[in-house]
């Protein structure tokens, strides 16, 4: 039996930030297309415009969420630090 490694909140957040760059080239080249002559293609750029959106807007709440469980972690980190300082303080 293999074991994994469960992943790290850096490694989410690279592997969030190349996302969020693929999503960022994706919006680019769907702008070109809005512009395009064909009718046909710029409507299905305009409507994959919104949908790209959206996804950028979920990825920005990822981030914000990550964030946020990063900071509870040192916290719970630093309370549990400071538990045990005084615990050891308090045995002498």
Do not use: V, Y
């Amino acid at each position: 039996m293999t074991t994994t490694t469960p992943p790290s909140l850096e490694s989410i957040k690279h592997d969030l930030n190349i996302t969020a760059n693929t999503l960022t080239g994706g919006q680019a080249i769907i702008h070109m297309l809005t512009s395009h002559d064909d009718e046909k293609t710029a409507a299905i750029a305009h409507a994959a415009c919104g949908f790209f959106e959206h996804l950028q807007q979920r990825l920005n709440q990822l981030f914000e969420d990550l964030n946020e469980c990063e900071r509870q972690q040192i916290q719970a980190l630093r309370e549990a630090n400071t538990r045990d300082l005084e615990t050891l303080h308090t045995s002498r």
